[in-house]
C-alpha cells in the first residue's frame, strides 16, 4: 500500500530521531570506555559517532520542508526537497570516505596500527553490531518510503560500523600483516565513495525526471484499457515526480468525428480512473485520428 505524504513525513522523521538517540547512546559508550582504558582511538571514535547525528538533523529539516503543502506560487508542492537533501547528506558522507582514504594512507606511511585493549574491544564489537542494525532499521523506512536521503542516512550509520570492521581486522591481523587495516580502510573509503555516485545520481534523476518504469507503464495501460477498451493509442508520455505528488501527461487518438464533449468526457474518465488507481495526476492531449 502506497504513504501519503504525512505517513512518510512521520516514518522519516522517526529514522531520524532514532538516529540521533542511538548515535548518542552509543557516544556516551564509546567515551566512557576510551577514558576507561585511556584509548584516544576509541574517544576519536567516539566523537566521529556523535558527528553522524549531524546527517540526521540535515534529513530532519529536510523531510519538514519537503512536508509542506503546495501554495500558489508552488503549486506542486515541496517533494523534491527529498532529493536536494540527499544529495547534502551524500556529500557528508564523501567527506567521510575522504576521511577513510587519507588516514588508510597516512597510517601506511607512518606504519600505524590500532591498539586497543580488552574493554575497547567489546565496545567496538557492540559498535558493529549496534550501527549495522541502525543501518539496517534506516533502510528499511528508506525502502517503505523511496526515499533517497533517509538511505543516505543509513549508509552514515553503516560506514561507522565499516569503521570499526577495520579497527577490529587491525587487531586481529595486524601481527601477520601489519598494514591491513590500512588496506581495508582505503577500501571502504573507494567503496562509500562508489555509494555517494549512486545516492548522488539517483537524486539528481528525480530532480531532472526519468523515464517511467516498464511496470508502472503496463498497469497504466491496462487500466485505459479497461476504462476505454477501444484502441486509443496511448503515447508521449512524460512523468515528472514531486515526493509522493506525481503528474503524468500523455496523449490519446480518437475518431475524428466524435464531439468535443465526447472527447473531453473519455479523457476526464481516464485521467479520474488513473489517480484512483496509479495515484497519479493525470493531463491528456487527444490527437484526432485521420
Known amino acids: 500500500m502506497s504513504l501519503d505524504n504525512t505517513q512518510r513525513y512521520k516514518l522519516g522523521q522517526q ?15 564509546k567515551f566512557y570506555a576510551g577514558k576507561v582504558s585511556d584509548s584516544l582511538a576509541l574517544m576519536s571514535d567516539a566523537w566521529h559517532t556523535m558527528s553522524d547525528s549531524l546527517s540526521s538533523v540535515v534529513l530532519i529539516v529536510g523531510l519538514f520542508l ?19 537533501v540527499g544529495i547534502f ?19 601506511f606511511l607512518h606504519k600505524e596500527y590500532a591498539h ?65 587495516d590500512n588496506l581495508l580502510g582505503a577500501i571502504i573509503g573507494l567503496f562509500l565513495f562508489y555509494v555517494v555516485f549512486d545516492i548522488t545520481k539517483k537524486s539528481i534523476e528525480k530532480l531532472l525526471g526519468e523515464e517511467i ?23 508521449h508520455f512524460h512523468l515528472h515526480t514531486y515526493g509522493t505528488h506525481k503528474e503524468l501527461t500523455f496523449h490519446i487518438r480518437l475518431p475524428a ?14 485521467e479520474k480512473e488513473l489517480k484512483k488507481n496509479c495515484g497519479v495526476e493525470v493531463t491528456i492531449h487527444v490527437d484526432p485520428i485521420e
Open 66 to 84: 519537503a512536508n509542506r503543502p503546495a501554495t500558489k506560487k508552488h503549486p506542486f508542492g515541496f517533494g523534491r526537497w527529498e532529493n536536494i
Open 257 to 270: 468525428d466524435i464531439t468535443l464533449k465526447e472527447a473531453h468526457d473519455i479523457a476526464n474518465r481516464i
Open 116 to 180: 586497543f585493549g580488552m574493554l575497547a574491544i567489546g565496545v567496538t564489537i557492540f559498535s558493529i553490531v549496534f550501527k549495522e542494525l541502525m543501518a539496517q532499521y534506516t533502510f528499511y523506512i528508506a525502502r517503505k518510503t523511496d526515499n533517497e536521503a533517509v538511505r543516505a542516512d543509513g549508509w552514515h550509520h553503516r560506514s561507522d560500523a565499516l569503521s570499526s570492521v577495520v579497527v577490529l581486522a587491525g587487531i586481529f591481523l595486524q601481527q601477520y600483516v601489519w598494514w591491513i
Open 15 to 29: 529514522a531520524a530521531f532514532v538516529s540521533i538517540g542511538g548515535n548518542g547512546l552509543l557516544f556516551l559508550i
Open 89 to 107: 547528506i551524500a556529500f557528508i558522507l564523501a567527506i567521510v570516505a575522504y576521511d577513510f582514504l587519507r588516514s588508510s594512507y597516512e597510517r
Open 213 to 235: 518504469p516498464e511496470d508502472s507503464l503496463r498497469k497504466i495501460k491496462a487500466n485505459i484499457h479497461k476504462i476505454y477498451p477501444e484502441e486509443i493509442h496511448p503515447h
